[in-house]
């Protein structure tokens, strides 16, 4: 068979960004341990470089089974010991029965643009010295260094904020084997840029007659996902003035574009041509069903360690902080205690912030059954504080265990209503203001531990602790 084909048709002058980083994946080297204790891709050298880490919204320091080995709330990437990027190289039209066989070098990464039944567009690829490529998807095949599933968290009526629900592998999940691929360059400043699709066992990207794709101004080709890479830029310095961006779609080619009417919508949106798919500190990457956030070296050194949370843990309990009602001590629970509800553990109420021990009275409206073990009331009763009269939900407060999710290292004095989940003041306000992707098309602020919509004028509280009386 004869394919045609020219380097040329490929070669993109230097101003078109999207060409020095479309590039593929190799089997995962070996996993370490990265500065705050979370494995990442690891390079050999005594000083790898890290070029940032990717966190799982909704994950409060680590997945619900355990963190395991690339299945995992988070992940460090590291300069690897060797390049394994990948460019564009040469351009085919092939007649379409015919792309099974034209694939067919296993060794050669490609991109195949299904036009009609009878013509297909091959784009193949070749190997790029200066780019490290890593792989997200749900697969958990060898070529995907961060194998991501689906997001359980709690919406107002109940469901998850991502579509396929459990956090699990789900038959019904809406997260792309190969979802998308992260290209980082080997010298300083060692930007990295998101590309839609990854690249498959064979090597090959797919994109089929369905899909949305078409021909570029220069003659080349470009495409996007079923369910589209979504991805948003915070509009100024993550750590310092904390401000949503807008919600753009990331093309196979590194192009940035408009959101489709709907998730999966054939027609694209309109091209965004001064923005760039150069992820920056608090850019957001949605797969449809899990969302991730990217932190920079230089902005996780504003967030506390797993050490200095339990330093504030600790702090906050020297406070001897005491129920108003009934005078007893509160106390948070370890880092490391999850969901289990301590005896001595604060509750608030969400719609005043008065910090309560736990006791079984106080419903206004419909009474809500005990929990498990009859220990606790479940979180969505509504109660009457005794302090104000105020009338809402009543639910234990947890610690933000996740210091990348955190926007500075300050006191831990706001909550997620209705949540609970504690963190500094600056945390709580930057994140109300984000909208995250919910289903096909809406947008909700969720709180960044646990997924849960947040309700409310503002969306957080400040708690109101009574310090002992001696």
């Not at 697969?139 to 699990?168: C, K, L, N, R, Y």
């Not at 959101?259 to 990457?285: C, F, H, M, P």
């Not at 109420?349 to 479940?378: F, I, L, Q």
Request: hydrophobic letters at 30%.
């Amino acid at each position: 068979m004869v394919l045609e084909g020219s380097s040329e048709a490929l070669c993109p002058p230097p101003s078109l960004e999207l060409r020095p980083s479309c590039n593929k994946s190799q089997p995962s080297p070996p996993l370490g341990s990265s500065s705050q204790s979370h494995d990442g891709v690891f390079s050999e050298d005594k000083e790898p470089v890290k070029y940032g880490e990717l966190i799982v919204l909704g994950h409060n320091g680590s997945l619900a089974n355990g963190d395991k080995g690339r299945r995992r709330s988070r992940l460090a990437l590291y300069k690897r010991p060797k390049a394994n990027g990948v460019k564009p190289d040469v351009i085919h039209n092939v007649s379409t029965p015919l792309v099974s066989k034209a694939l067919s070098n296993k060794s050669q990464h490609s991109i195949s643009y299904t036009l009609s039944r009878s013509h297909s567009v091959i784009v193949e690829y070749t190997h790029d010295s200066n780019t490290d490529m890593f792989q997200i998807g749900r697969s958990t095949e060898s070529m995907i260094d961060f194998v991501v599933t689906d997001t359980a968290g709690s919406s107002q009526g109940g469901g998850a904020a991502g579509e396929g629900g459990g956090g699990g592998q789900s038959a019904q999940s809406t997260i792309s084997r190969y979802a998308c691929r992260i290209m980082c360059e080997r010298s300083a400043p060692y930007t990295a840029r998101i590309y839609a699709a990854g690249f498959d066992s064979s090597k090959n990207i797919f994109l089929g007659e369905r899909a949305a794709k078409w021909r570029t101004s220069d003659g080349l080709m470009d495409g996007l996902t079923t369910n589209g890479v979504l991805v948003m830029h915070p509009a100024g310095e993550f750590v310092s003035e904390p401000a949503p961006g807008v919600w753009r779609e990331i093309s196979v080619c590194g192009n940035v574009f408009a959101l489709r009417e709907t998730r999966s919508a054939q027609q694209r949106g309109k091209l965004v041509e001064n923005e760039s798919n150069t992820l920056q500190d608090g850019s957001l990457i949605d797969l449809c069903g899990a969302t991730l956030l990217w932190r920079t070296p230089a902005g996780l050194r504003h967030t506390p360690t797993l050490k200095q949370l339990e330093s504030l843990r600790q702090e906050l309990n020297a406070a001897r902080p005491q129920c108003p009602v009934g005078f007893n001590t509160l106390a948070f629970p370890s880092l490391a205690q999850r969901e289990i509800v301590d005896k001595k553990q604060p509750w608030v109420y969400v719609n005043c912030g008065h910090v309560h021990g736990y006791h079984n009275w106080g419903y206004r409206k419909e009474k809500c059954p005990a929990g498990p073990g009859g220990t606790a009331p479940a979180s969505t009763g509504e109660r009457e504080c005794p302090m104000c009269r105020r009338v809402g939900p009543y639910v234990p407060l947890w610690l933000g265990c996740e210091g990348g999710l955190y926007l500075d290292a300050g006191p831990p004095t706001h909550a997620f209503c209705p949540c609970g989940h504690v963190c500094s003041e600056k945390t709580v306000v930057g994140w109300s203001q984000i909208p995250l992707p919910h289903g096909t098309h809406a947008f909700h602020a969720a709180c960044p531990f646990c997924g849960t919509w947040l309700t409310g004028e503002q969306g957080h509280i400040k708690l109101i602790f009574q310090g002992p009386v001696d």
